[in-house]
């Protein structure tokens, strides 16, 4: 209709108009009514709605409610016009409507309907309200209650969004921080060294042989360099396979690697809780 007062010109007949606005109809039940008006001008040769008051009148027998008052009022005495998910604006809009429709103009019921339909908390702080609480003869008072109440929760909702995302900045920063690859990856101590002891020398003949000190010392000689972790011989402490092996760690380096791991735990878990909930809101 809209378009048809302000493009009037494009127009030079009433069925022109007809056929424009049928080129709309392409799904549902006005395909098949649109379909069934042309398959009449094609069976008869003339299109059966002639002029748009007809085609307007056509259109409104087919899809308007037979008794629109009578289908407000059985909405309103249901539940389906509750307010669910809505924000408040919106459901005020579609309950004003129903109201109208159904012609529902005392106040006291206007007002028992719409606190029906309201989310149970915010029905709740209007009416437990200790000042300035909205009559129940005043349907605008309590409109704009619920309105501003509708408005302070979803400030608080974004404020605490923001909160979230300063938490997952923060637990990040710590993250950061952390070095875990060095808990994991930091040789233990090595374990306190057992001095070395010569072997025996060998068995003096009964006969007795010459003094040879060099020769005792030959066989004691220390083992060629190695790793001073595992004390192998065939690598360096740097290649040890024995990185975190915590038999060889001593008691005070096992509690300070239990308290390393369980804090690396904790970081990670708030990062992934921090990271659903950004998702979330975003």
Known sequence: MLYLCLALEQFTCDEEKIFWTLAFFKDGRTAKW???????????????????????????SQFFSVNAEADAINT???SSYYQGNWMVDDYLDSFLILASDAGYTDPWTLVVKFCCGLKLNIQSQIATMSF????????????????????????????????????VTSAR?????????????????????????????????????????????????LPPRGCYQCRE??????????????????????????????????????????????????
């Open 233 to 282: 011989a065939n690598h360096l402490v740097k290649d040890c396979p024995h990185r975190l092996d915590v038999r060889r760690l001593t008691m005070e380096q096992r509690e300070e690697l239990i308290e390393d791991l369980i804090a690396l735990k904790d970081a990670v878990e708030e990062e992934e809780i921090c990271s659903a909930l950004e998702e979330g809101f975003v």
């Open 34 to 60: 649109s379909e069934n008006l042309f398959y009449q001008k094609a069976d008869t040769g003339i299109f059966p709605i002639q002029s748009w008051t007809d085609f307007e009148q056509h259109f409104q």
């Open 173 to 221: 920063s710590a993250l950061a921080r952390l070095t875990p690859f060095s808990v994991f990856c930091s040789p233990p101590a090595a374990s306190p060294s057992v001095p070395l002891r010569p072997p025996s020398p060998p068995p003096v003949p009964s006969g007795g042989i010459p003094m040879d000190v060099d020769a005792v010392w030959k066989t004691c000689s």
């Open 76 to 78: 309103l005495e249901g």
């Open 132 to 167: 300035r609480r909205p009559a129940d003869t005043d349907p605008e008072a309590w409109y704009a209650a619920a309105r501003r109440i509708d408005q302070t929760q979803l400030a608080n909702e974004v404020f605490q969004s923001m909160l979230q995302l300063t938490t």
